[in-house]
């Protein structure tokens, strides 16, 4: 009996240590695990939006005073150009072409065969005399009534019809010279002394370079903000010093198919530096306010429906469609979307989404 008892005795201190001096490992280590698992589960979430803030350069926008120019491409013209001629047929006999010389307005060019032309002035010549005499006769005659008043009407358009024959000869006559229109350089002669020239035989080339034309188009969106009578910078291959032109003309129709608006300047050309055909780059002077906000180019992002920048507001990017002015290699200028103030992201551009999360630096104090 005594036995039972201090069985029972045994085994009910054995459950009573195991129950509250030996907890149960698996328990506590699932608990602390439990614990261990959420503390670090909740330091991971914040180090987790931290990792997903995008460090990012941002530029604060504002308003500036710049030089409103566009720089275009434009080709230089001459001033007079023509191509001399023949008006008709005939042998020529003188060619005084020297190939690139300065020639006088109305100098001599070309002389074609006159001999020709010239007896038949003389012939004229006796036909109008002879004409001349009869109507002076007539004359005296109608005065005493000898004659009736027709036939006096008949001498005098006899002389009339003489002369106007001599005047066109002597307009063919002319003809047969060709002079230098303008003063300018001659090109390179087309023919020979002694070859037979139709109407329309090129002779050669008359060319006026002083001053010279300068030919450019501009988009069409600076249209209203281009002036006759601005002066633009240019410069050209070979020459070291920039140049100046004056605009004098616009054309009044916009290129349909370029959207362009085509300009004409004139520049001074004494030295000759300046050859028709020449390729030159000019800076082209704009109307208008001269403010506008400035960002730097990398910030714009071309998309189908214009261009956009991001900009930071309440920590995120933001997407903010723009409409943009004159750009520069370094800057471009916004003429809608933005105001002074703006944070304006300029780096990290390829890796923003809208609503991104981002931790701003400005660049430009």
Request: proline letters at 4%.
């Amino acid at each position: 009996m005594r036995t039972t008892i201090f069985i029972l005795l045994l085994v009910g201190a054995l459950v009573f240590g195991k129950i509250y001096y030996f907890p149960k490992p698996d328990t506590a280590s699932q608990a602390g695990g439990g614990r261990g698992s959420a503390t670090k589960g909740g330091d991971g979430g914040k180090s987790g939006d931290k990792s997903s803030s995008i460090a990012v350069d941002v530029f604060l926008a504002k308003t500036q005073t710049v030089n409103n120019v566009i720089t275009v491409s434009g080709t230089v013209l001459p001033n007079e150009i023509v191509e001399l001629k023949a008006e008709i047929s005939g042998r020529l006999m003188k060619l005084n072409v020297k190939e690139g010389a300065y020639v006088s307005k109305g100098e001599l060019i070309a002389k074609i065969n006159d001999d020709e032309y010239k007896a038949q002035v003389v012939k004229l010549g006796f036909i109008e005399k002879r004409a001349k005499d009869m109507q002076a006769r007539q004359k005296r005659l109608l005065a005493v009534e000898g004659i009736s008043r027709e036939e006096f009407d008949v001498a005098e358009s006899n002389v009339n019809t003489a002369q106007a024959d001599r005047d066109l000869l002597m307009t063919q006559l002319a003809k047969t010279e060709i002079r230098a229109p303008f003063s300018g350089k001659l090109g390179l002669r087309a023919i020979s002394e002694g070859a037979f020239l139709t109407p329309g035989t090129l002779v050669t080339t008359l060319v006026q370079t002083n001053p010279v034309k300068i030919d450019f188009s501009v988009p069409e969106k600076y249209a209203s903000q281009i002036r006759v009578g601005s002066t633009v910078r240019f410069t050209a291959e070979g020459i070291s010093t920039p140049l100046t032109a004056q605009v004098r003309a616009i054309s009044p129709l916009i290129d349909e198919s370029l959207r362009t608006l085509k300009v004409r300047a004139y520049s001074t050309n004494a030295t000759g530096k300046l050859v028709p055909g020449m390729f030159v780059r000019l800076d082209v002077p704009l109307t208008g306010d001269n403010r506008f906000i400035q960002i730097p180019t990398q910030a714009v992002v071309p998309v189908l429906r214009g261009k956009k920048v991001f900009v930071v507001r309440a920590g995120k990017a933001q997407e903010q469609f723009i409409k943009t002015g004159v750009r520069t290699e370094e800057q471009v200028q916004v003429l809608e979307g933005l105001v002074p103030g703006d944070s304006v992201i300029t780096s990290s551009i390829m890796a923003l989404k809208n609503g991104a999360a981002v931790k701003a630096k400005v660049k430009n104090g």
